[in-house]
């Protein structure tokens, strides 16, 4: 079965500033998407960002990035210019890419979840 | 806006009774994904149907059932209730349920058990 751990329960940031939130997943499979959710205090999910486990460029949208190890099975999400709507709780989510008809793979693997704080 | 529907959007219940969630995936979507956010579990996947079948199962329990009519929409059934379902329901669609594709989430329905 595949895990994902979000070891910082909470985090803030003055607004402007930078900062990464963590995400470790475990998995014998090799190929995989990860994702970043954020779910404000609408509590709307909405996706930030994904990236796919064979591609070793990092995915990028706008102010926000990850940084992705595969070897170490890290996958952190950085947030740069942070604003004060970037305040939310964030979900670092793993899903095998395995073929449409496998039944693991076709279900999202959350971790616990990061609440991030933007000051002003 | 995700395109996604929940209704309704509160449900307050009692212990040993049943209630159904409905979901109206984004136009063109084929499959929908059930989603549990509670404070004990965290977020789970419960189970995801493809164009009316069931395609993948999670930790759904035997209480709860679900299905998918032909017009796509699909509902959540959950029957004796327990303190414990106290949760946030999404509902998630995505155009052909493969891994490789975007889930788009509802807005969730936020069921409270007295």
């Known amino acids: 079965a595949q895990t994902v751990t979000q070891s910082q329960p909470e985090m803030s940031v003055q607004e402007a500033e930078t900062v990464t939130l963590s995400c470790t997943y475990d998995?014998?499979?090799?190929?995989?998407?990860l994702f970043w959710y954020k779910q404000p205090p609408s509590r709307q999910m909405i996706l930030v960002i994904r990236q796919e486990a064979y591609k070793q460029q990092n995915a990028t949208e706008n102010r926000f990035s990850v940084n992705f190890q595969k070897a170490a099975k890290s996958f952190s999400l950085k947030i740069s210019d942070s604003q004060l709507g970037d305040t939310a709780m964030y979900f670092c989510a793993f899903i095998l890419s395995a073929g449409p008809k496998n039944n693991a793979g076709n279900m999202l693997t959350f971790g616990g979840g990061t609440r991030l704080m933007v000051k002003p | 806006d995700s395109g996604v529907t929940q209704t309704p959007k509160h449900l307050i219940t009692a212990t040993g009774q049943r209630v159904t969630l409905r979901c109206s995936p984004r136009s063109g979507d084929l499959s929908v994904y059930w989603y549990q956010q509670s404070l004990d579990q965290g977020l789970q996947f419960l189970i995801q149907?493809?164009?009316?079948?069931?395609?993948a199962k999670g930790n759904i329990l035997e209480r709860f059932s679900a299905q998918q009519f032909p017009d796509l929409h699909s509902e959540l059934n959950l029957s004796s209730l327990e303190l414990g379902d106290s949760a946030l329901y999404f509902c998630a669609s995505s155009v052909d349920g493969t891994p490789r594709d975007e889930q788009f989430f509802g807005p969730g329905t936020r069921l409270t058990v007295l």
């Open positions: 149907y493809y164009n009316g079948e069931e395609r």
């Open positions: 998995t014998s499979e090799n190929n995989y998407y």
